[in-house]
C-alpha cells in the first residue's frame, strides 16, 4: 500500500512498470508510422525522381507524449488508486460500526449512512466482518444484532436503517453490548449524534463499554448540532415558540413555521438566540384566529423530529357549548339569543348548541348561557362542579336574571331589578365602556367609541367587586364580572346577549372579549373518561414528518400521555381520535439537551473515490484519439471523415454514458398490441362491483349485436381505470354514474379532456331514469353526480338531442333512445363549427343502456326493460349500435349524400 | 472481368457513339483501296448504291442497261451506282494491370474507359460502313450491323484473359501485321517506355498506316495528390517506392510526366501520327470527338484522284 496524501494506491508494486515508460519512448521514437500504401502505375516516372530530402521520417513527438500518457494511465489505473481510502484498521478484529440512531441523527442522516458505507468499504478491503450497533431503543431487537457480517451483508443492512423519532438511550446499548458475545481485538468506530445523554456519565460508561472490545474512535460529523423545540406556551399576548440550543456562546438566528392541521402553513416567525442563552422564546406573529388554528410549529431548516413540536387539537379551538332549548329559535337572525355568540365564536371555534345536559357530557371548554337557559333539576350542582373542574362558564344578564336575584352561579350578587340608562324616565345618558383594567382579561383591547349600554343589571357592592370586575363602564359600574371557581371561571355579562340591552354584541369589541374569554378558559374539561385509551394517530418520524403510526406505536392512556416519554411504543404525535387530538412531544424526553462531552473526531463527509475506471475511461478516450491520429498521418481519413468519425465516437460514448432516458408512459407492448389489434368498445370501472359488471355484461350484448348485424368488427369489452389506464386506444367509453366512485384525480381529469380533444367519445350513463320518473325533462340525482365528478372536465354545453341529430340516422332511423328505463333524454354537445368535425364528444343519457344491453354468455337478457317489451330492447341495442356507429363514423351519415336513400327509407 | 461489367462499357459506348455521326474515315488513296464498302464518293464506280441514269452509249457494256427505264422511253438507259470504298480500321485498347486504376472510388478505372472509347469508336465507323478490326485479335476486319457486337465480344474475351495472366504483352501493341494504308487508332495509357512503343509505331507507320494515340489517364496520374508519408507501388511489378513527403516531389512528377507525354508526341509526329489525351474524370464524348476530328479530317498532304 502506497499512500501520498489522500490518494493511495492498493496495488503499488504495478507502478514499478512505470520505469519502462521511458524504453517505450525510445521504441516508439524508432518505429515511425507506416506509411500509407498507394497503387501507382506510372510509378516509372517516380523511381527516375529522386527526393531531394530525405530526412528519417520519425513519430511526431506529441503522439509519443500521448501513447506514454495512455500507458501510464493504464499503469496507474492497474495500480487501483483509491482517494481518500483511510487504508487498514489498527486492530486484527473485526469492525464494529456503532451508529448513533436518534432523533438528532436525522440530521445529515445521509451523510452519516456514507460515513458508515465509507467503513464498511473499507472493511470489505481488509477483509474484515463487520458489527452494526445502534444506539436507540427499539421495540425489537434488530435481526443483524451484536454478530459479525460479512461487508457485503452489512451494507444492505446499513441501506435499510432509518433514524429514530426518540432519544437514544446508551445505557442500555451499553448493556447489550456488555450481555453480547463479542470477539476481542475489534475496530470500534462511534458515529455519535454529538448530543449527550441526560448524565455524562452515562456517555462516558457507554465509551468505556465499547473500549473495552478493542480500539474505540470516536466520529461526528462536520455539522452544527440541531435545534429542538420545546412545547410552545400560549398566554394573552399570543403564542410562543421555544427552541433550545446545545451551546450558548452565539447569537443564532432560527425561523419557525406554524402549519395547520393539514400542512398548510400560517405563517413563519423569525427569532433569535442571544449570545448566552440556552432557550429562545420566539412569539409567533399569528392573528389570534390563525394562532388557534396552529397545530404544528417546526423549525424551518432542521429536519429533524426535534424540530417539530405538536400541539393538542383544541389547543386554541376550543369546544364551546351554547346552552339553548330551541336552537332553531335561538338561532333566529337578529334576534336569537344565541345569534351574536355563534356569529362571534364560530369562525374560532367548535361550537354547539344543544341542552345543558347534553353539553355537560361533552368535552367543552366553555359553557355559554343566555338569559332565556332553563335549569332542569340537578343542572346547577352538575355545573357548578364542571367550573370546579376547570371549566368557564359565561353568562348574561337579561330580564329573568334581573328578576331572579338568588342564583348562586354567578361571580357576584346581583341586586333585583336593572339599570335602565337614556330611557324615556332617565336623565342619563347611555353609558360608555371605560379602558379594561389590566388585570382583567380583556386588558389591551381597544375600546370602540361607540358602544352603548343602554340597560344592565347591577352587583351587590361587595368588598372584592373591583377584583372582580372584568369590564366596567365609564360610571364604574362592573360591565362584565368574573370569579375564579375551583379550577374554573364564572364569567358574567351584565348586559343581555342580543342587542336589546345594548349595542355591545353587534360590536367588533364583542368578537375579540369573547375570544379573550375562551383564551383565558383552562382548556378542554374533559368530562370523558381519563383512563380511555388514546390511540396513535399520527406519528412523527425522525426527519420531523408526520406519517400514519409506525407499527410499534401503542395507544396511551389519557392521564399518563403528560408524563409519557417518548420511544418506541410512543413516538412522538398525535394521540387520540380525530379532532381530539393530543400531542405527545419529544422535547419531554431529552430533558438534558447538551452537546456529547467525548472528544470525537471531526468526520469529512467525503467518500473514497475508486479512480481506476475513470483512468481507464480516459486511456480508452486517449487511445481512440491515438488511432485517429494513427489513421490520419497514414492520410487514410480525409479531414472531413475524421471529423465525422470523431463525431460519431464522441456521440457514441455520449449516448453510451447517457442514462437511458425513462419512457413517459411505460405500457407493456402485448397491451397496446392487444388493445389496437381491433376496436374494443370500453367502460369506466367505477369501483362498485355490481355497476362494473352490468357495464361489462352490457358492452358485451352490444358488442355481440354489433358483430350480428353490422360490419363493425369488435373485440371483447374492456374496463377502464381512467386513472391508469391509456385511453387513446378506445373510440367509446361508457361511464355509468353511480354514488360509490371516486372522484377522478387532476391528472386523470388532464388525461381524459386530452382524449376528448383528440376525438374520443364518453357516453356518460346517469341510469337514473327510474328515479326522474317519467316526467323526463328534469335531471335526476344522477346527473348531481355526474357534476360532482367531473369537476374540470372540459365539457362543452350540452343540449338535449335534435330530432335530426346524426345520432338518429348513423345506423338505424331512430326517433326516441329508450334503455332500461325509458323517457330520458339523450344530451349532446351543441356543435362547436368545426371543432371535432362537430360530433359530439360527450353524450349523456339517463336511461341505464348497459341494463339493457346487459346479456349472458348464451345471449339471455339480464335484466327486465321497463315499461317493458323486448321491443323496447331492440330499441336499445339499435341506440347502442347507433352510438358504437356515430362515435366509428362521426357524422359521415349527416352528409346530403345519405339524404336521399333516407328520405326513401322513411317513404317520403 | 465479369461479363455483366462489360455489358455496362459496351452499352456506354453505343450510347456515346450515338451521339457523334457515323464516322467516315478520311480515305487516302482511294485509287488504290481495294476492298468495296459503303464509303460513297460522290462519284459513279462500283458499289452498291444507285447514283445515276445515264444514256447509252456505244461501247457501254449491256449487261449494265436498266431495261425498266429504258421501256418508258425510246432511249436506252444505263444504271450507275455509286463508287463506294470501305477503309480499315484496326483498334487496340492497352487491357494490362497499370489500366485498372481508379484513385477515386466515384471515378471510372482507365481501363474501363479506354473500353468504352474502343467501342465508341467501333461503333461509329461501323456504322459508317468502314471496315473494323481489333488490333491483335487475329480477325479480318469486317464491316455490317454485327461487327461492333463481335468487337465487344472479342475485347471482353481479352481484358479477361489479360486479368488472368500477367504477362506485360497487354501493354504494347501486339506485332500483327497490318494492310497498307489502314487507320490504326492505339488507346492506352502509354506508361510503358516509349521505347517500346517507338518499335510499335514505327512498325505500323512502315506499312503506311495512318494512326492515333488516345492516353487514358487518372487526374490522381496527373496531379499527384498524395500527402505525408507514402508507399508507391508499381502494378506491373514494377517495385515499390517509399516517399517520405510525397507533397515534396509533385512539381517533379509533374515535369516528367509533361516530359514523357512529349516524347510521346514526338514519337507520334514522327509517324504522322497524332495523339490525343483523355483523363477519366472528363467526359468519354469529348476525347471520341477529339479523335473522331483527326480520324475524318484528311491528313494527306494532297490528294491525287
Known sequence: MLTLGSLTFAAPWLLAALAVLPILWWLLRLTPPSPRRVLFPPIRLLFRLRPKEETPHRTPWWLILLRLIIAALVIAGLAQPLWNANFGFPRTGPVMIVLDDGWAAAHGWEQRKEAAQALIDRASRNDRQVILATTAPQASAPNFGLTPMPAATAATQLAAMEPSPWPTDRSAAAERLD???????????????GIGSQKADIDSAFSDALQKHGMLD?????????????????????????????????????????????????????????????????????????????????????????????LDDGGGRKPIGLVTDNAALARQPMLGEIYFIERALAPNHEVRADRLQTLLKQELA??????????????????????????????????????????????????????????????????????????????????????????????????????????????????????????????????????????????????????????????????????????????????????????????????????????????????????????????????????????????????????????????????????????????????????????????????????????????????????????????????????????????????????RRTSVDVGDPVMIDVEADELSFYPFLYWPVTAGQHTPSPQAIEKLNKYLAVGGMIFFDTADQNLVGMSGADMGPGAQRLMELTPGLDVPRLMPIPPDHVLTKSFYLLRDFPGRWIGGTIWVEVPRGRVNDGVSGILVGSNDYAGAWATDELGQPLFPVTPGGERQREMAYRFGVNIVMYALTGNYKSDQVHVPAILERLGQ | MATATFDKARYQAAEIAERVPPLLLAARRIAATIEQGVHGRRRVGRGEAFWQFRQYYPGDELRRLDWRQSAKSDRLFLRQMEWSAAQTAFLWCDLSASMRFASKRDLPGKLETAQVLTLALAGAMSRAGERVALLGSGERPSAGRFVLESIAHRLAHLSGQAETSSEQKFSIPPPAYLPAHSHVVLISDFLAPPEELKAAINRFAGTDCRGHLIQVLDPAELDLPYMGRVRFEGVEGEGDLLMSRAEN??????????????????????????????????????SLLEAYQWLSADHRPAVRQ
Open chain 1, 179 to 193: 450481555k453480547a458475545d463479542l470477539p476481542a481485538n475489534l475496530n470500534v468506530f462511534w458515529l455519535s449524534d
Open chain 1, 366 to 707: 366553555v359553557i355559554v348561557l343566555t338569559d332565556h337557559s332553563n335549569f332542569a333539576d340537578g343542572d346547577r350542582p352538575a355545573l357548578k362542579k364542571w367550573v370546579e373542574r376547570g371549566g368557564m362558564v359565561v353568562r348574561f344578564a337579561g330580564e329573568k336574571l334581573a328578576d331572579d336575584a338568588n342564583d348562586d352561579l354567578l361571580p357576584v350578587r346581583i341586586r333585583a331589578g336593572d339599570r335602565t340608562l337614556g330611557g324615556a324616565l332617565s336623565w342619563t345618558e347611555p353609558a360608555h365602556l371605560a379602558a379594561f383594567p389590566n388585570s382583567s382579561p380583556f386588558a389591551g383591547l381597544k375600546v370602540p367609541k361607540d358602544v352603548e349600554i343602554g340597560r344592565q343589571v347591577l352587583a351587590e357592592p361587595d368588598i372584592d367587586l373591583g377584583n372582580k370586575t372584568w369590564a366596567r363602564l365609564t360610571d364604574g359600574t362592573p360591565l362584565v364580572t368574573g370569579e375564579r371557581m375551583g379550577d374554573g371561571f364564572s364569567v358574567l355579562f351584565h348586559v343581555g346577549s342580543t342587542a336589546d340591552w345594548s349595542n355591545l354584541p353587534i360590536s367588533g369589541l364583542f368578537v375579540e372579549m369573547l375570544d379573550r374569554l375562551v383564551m383565558t378558559a383552562s382548556g378542554i374539561v374533559a368530562n370523558a373518561d381519563e383512563n380511555r385509551p388514546l390511540a396513535p394517530a399520527q406519528t412523527l418520524n425522525a426527519f420531523g414528518q408526520l406519517t400514519t403510526p409506525i407499527a410499534s406505536a401503542v395507544a396511551i392512556v389519557a392521564k399518563n400521555l403528560s408524563t409519557t416519554r417518548a420511544g418506541p411504543q410512543h413516538p412522538p404525535g398525535f394521540y387520540g381520535p380525530d379532532n381530539q387530538h393530543r400531542a405527545l412531544n419529544l422535547a419531554p424526553s431529552q430533558p438534558v439537551f447538551t452537546s456529547l462531552a467525548i472528544p470525537a473526531r471531526q468526520l469529512a463527509a467525503d467518500r473514497t473515490l475508486e479512480l481506476g475506471p475513470s483512468l481507464f475511461l480516459i486511456a480508452f478516450l486517449l487511445l481512440i484519439a491515438d488511432m485517429l491520429i494513427a489513421l490520419a498521418l497514414r492520410g487514410l481519413l480525409r479531414r472531413r471523415g475524421a471529423l465525422a468519425t470523431a463525431g460519431a465516437a464522441a456521440i457514441a460514448l455520449c449516448l453510451v454514458s447517457m442514462p437511458r432516458p425513462s419512457d413517459a408512459q411505460q405500457i407493456p407492448d402485448q397491451d397496446v398490441l392487444a388493445a389496437t389489434e381491433t376496436t374494443h368498445l370500453a367502460f369506466v370501472r367505477t369501483g362498485v362491483p355490481q355497476v362494473d359488471a352490468t357495464s361489462k355484461a352490457g358492452l358485451y350484448g352490444l358488442t355481440q349485436t354489433l358483430l
Open chain 2, 249 to 286: 516531389v509533385r512539381e517533379d512528377y509533374k515535369t516528367e510526366l509533361a516530359n514523357h507525354w512529349d516524347s510521346l508526341r514526338q514519337l507520334a509526329q514522327s509517324a504522322g501520327w497524332s495523339v490525343s489525351r483523355h483523363v477519366t474524370d472528363q467526359s468519354a464524348a469529348k
Open chain 1, 218 to 310: 470516536v466520529m461526528s460529523l462536520k455539522l452544527d448540532l440541531p435545534l429542538m423545540l420545546l412545547p410552545p406556551e400560549r398566554d394573552p399576548n399570543g403564542l410562543w415558540a421555544k427552541v433550545e440550543r446545545t451551546q450558548v456562546g452565539v447569537v443564532q438566528p432560527v425561523r419557525l413555521r406554524a402549519l395547520d392541521r393539514d400542512g398548510r402553513t400560517l405563517g413563519i416567525s423569525e427569532g433569535s438566540f442571544r449570545t448566552d442563552e440556552r432557550v429562545a422564546r420566539v412569539k409567533m406573529d399569528l392573528p389570534v384566529e390563525l394562532a388557534n388554528r396552529v397545530s404544528r410549529i417546526a423549525l424551518e431548516n432542521g429536519a429533524t423530529a426535534g424540530a417539530v413540536t405538536l
